[in-house]
């Protein structure tokens, strides 16, 4: 029986694994087809850049180029469904959108922060959210920008520190509540523990909270929808879910935490075809595999008679073993369910598949 179990849980199973003469930062999948980008940096400060493409059984290098400063992070999701550009952050603050069909020159260039662009996220490409397509940057220096490349050098929104506040190192920025065109939020992470919710539309904080770790993943479950769930992940191996239904004047969005990997939790990841289905990435080198499961109501009225929101449970469903060194980069493919990319700082990226998803 026990066996049975075990056969009948997802498996997470490497299909490519890859080593290369940089240290990997990111990757992500090019939208609508087998290709895959790979980011990082080289021992001589430099930025490297490689296109893959999955041939039987098999990632084929197709193009590679290096560039003057080193790469952090990456997003498809501000382009179009033709063009497919990439935005990427780097470590000296520029955030340049490229051609990956001409990649002599970005497309779009700006020196967005003083020092190392930790995150980046889009919206309202490749048919994903309402609104405008823009782009959102992290950074070291304690802001966070939302960028319109229509708009040139100048971002259409920022959050920054206070006058004379310490900046507070920003680790990750993502887009969600993009329901319609006039609809978008922001929500950002710190290494102090904040995350602040900054509405794009009011240009207000919605919401913010401390969670006394550094914050070093967010993302909402779906980006185009009204909010729903947010999950962030922190150092000392805490997973926060919380429930973006129905806010509490003074205890705010209802909250689960969830431990993970026994060190700092890198990544998390909702897959694209089951909202309530994530992955998590650690710094010992661990892949998790999670499902969220709802209450049987998602609200209640406390002791004042006001709407407090209910929080569901989470179950981890698989675990895996990859690395020595920590997972810093995770990207599901959006069309082939349970297909991922994921990198290390051991200097090797990997394919893998996760089975049974859709029985799940």
């Not at 020092?115 to 980046?120: A, Q, T």
């Not at 920008?145 to 920022?158: G, H, N, T």
Request: charge should be neutral; hydrophobic fraction near 35%.
């Amino acid at each position: 029986m026990r066996n049975m179990d075990l056969l009948a849980k997802p498996q997470l199973i490497t299909h490519v694994q890859k080593s290369l003469n940089f240290t990997v930062h990111d990757g992500r999948w090019i939208p609508h087809s087998a290709r895959f980008v790979i980011l990082g940096a080289h021992a001589r400060g430099t930025g490297a850049l490689q296109i893959y493409e999955l041939t039987r059984g098999d990632a084929t290098l197709l193009k590679e180029t290096e560039k003057r400063h080193s790469f952090k992070c990456g997003t498809f999701a501000a382009g179009n469904i033709q063009e497919r550009h990439l935005a990427t952050g780097d470590f000296e603050g520029h955030m340049m959108v490229w051609d990956l069909e001409k990649m002599d020159l970005p497309v779009y260039s700006v020196r967005g922060h003083k020092e190392i662009i930790n995150g980046i996220d889009g919206c309202g490409g490749l048919g994903i959210g309402g609104g405008a397509p823009e782009i959102v940057t992290a950074g070291r220096d304690g802001f966070v920008k939302v960028w319109d490349i229509r708009q040139k050098d100048r971002p259409v929104a920022s959050i920054q520190p206070a006058d004379g506040e310490k900046p507070r190192d920003c680790w990750t920025a993502v887009f969600g509540d993009s329901y319609s065109d006039a609809e978008r939020c922001v929500c950002a992470g710190y290494d102090n523990g904040d995350i602040k919710m900054l509405d794009l539309r009011t240009m207000s904080i919605r919401w913010e909270e401390n969670v006394k770790n550094g914050v070093c993943s967010l993302e909402f479950d779906r980006k185009d929808i009204n909010m729903n769930k947010l999950v962030a992940s922190t150092l000392e191996s805490n997973i926060y879910i919380y429930d973006l239904r129905t806010r509490h004047p003074k205890k705010g969005f209802t909250r689960l935490r969830e431990k993970g990997h026994g060190s700092t939790v890198w990544c998390v990841r909702h897959l694209p075809q089951n909202r309530d289905i994530f992955m998590t990435t650690g710094g010992n080198g661990t892949l998790n595999l999670w499902k969220y499961s709802y209450p049987e109501k998602r609200m209640k009225n406390d002791s004042e008679g006001i709407p407090v929101g209910v929080v569901g449970s989470v179950d981890m469903l698989q675990n895996v073993d990859l690395s020595t060194q920590p997972i810093t980069g995770f990207d599901w493919n959006a069309d082939k369910e349970g297909l991922f990319v994921c990198t290390a700082l051991d200097q090797c990226f990997r394919v893998m598949i996760a089975t049974k998803l859709s029985l799940i």
